[in-house]
């Protein structure tokens, strides 16, 4: 069945520091890639979503890239700030018509120090 | 920007206790889910319904009943709550088989 492998956690920068989270994927057919970010007492927000291959989602400095060859859509920052820190969510769209929609990876934690 | 709401935020309860966790949203949404978040931050679709009268169960297994009958509206319930029911509760719908939307959580301690 489809999956998502997500960079484990935690990660600390310090602030302006370049971040990169990797995310790779197992899936049949062509999903679509999604980000979430959850910041602390929230719920899951949308950061970004590529839907086709080479696709680049972007958002708030935020890119990532649905690469079909590596399977992967990993999420940079070229300059991160502390108000980034967060829970990041790589997640995986199904096949349309099925409620069953996203299988999430495991989330990575993410703190900006000052 | 989306429009799902959770209530309440926060529930603290004893063992046995039936409770009801509110989800809403203004959207027209015809699917809605709910997720199940661990400490370890993984979530976990519990329940999911294709639109009204409609519900299905997810990955997790879970004691948690669900029910739909109006679009915007998809309660959960827990007949007989215990501590291993302690956990956040994540709401969530969408309208294409795409991008979901996510309610602030519920976070529920059962003691």
């Known amino acids: 069945g489809d999956s998502v492998t997500q960079m484990e956690g935690p990660v600390t920068l310090s602030e302006e520091a370049f971040l990169t989270i990797n995310c790779t994927y197992t899936?049949?057919?062509?999903?679509?890639l999604f980000w979430y970010v959850q910041y602390p007492g929230e719920g899951l927000q949308l950061l970004l979503k590529a839907t086709k291959a080479d696709d680049k989602g972007s958002n708030k400095g935020f890119e990532a890239t649905y690469r079909k060859e590596t399977t992967s859509f990993h999420l940079e920052k070229g300059s991160v700030q502390v108000s980034d820190s967060a829970v990041y969510f790589c997640?995986?769209?199904?096949?349309?018509?099925?409620?069953?929609?996203?299988?999430f990876g495991s989330g990575t934690q993410l703190t900006v120090l000052p | 920007e989306a429009d799902i709401y959770q209530t309440p935020r926060y529930l603290v309860i004893g063992t046995g206790k039936k409770i009801t966790l509110e989800c809403s949203q203004t959207?027209?949404?015809?699917?809605m889910y709910w997720y199940q978040q661990d400490p370890g931050m993984e979530l976990h679709l519990i329940h999911y319904?294709?639109?009204?009268?409609?519900?299905e169960k997810g990955d997790l297994s879970s004691e948690s009943t669900v029910s739909r009958i109006r679009t915007e509206h998809f309660p959960l319930t827990l007949e007989s709550a215990r501590p291993s029911h302690t956990s956040q509760y994540l709401c969530?719908?969408?309208?294409?088989?795409?991008?979901?939307?996510f309610g602030p959580g519920t976070r529920l301690t059962v003691l």
């Open positions: 969530a719908s969408s309208e294409l088989a795409d991008t979901q939307y």
């Open positions: 959207m027209g949404h015809d699917k």
């Open positions: 997640a995986l769209g199904g096949l349309s018509g099925s409620a069953r929609q996203l299988t």
């Open positions: 899936a049949t057919g062509y999903p679509s």
């Open positions: 319904s294709y639109g009204v009268n409609s519900t």
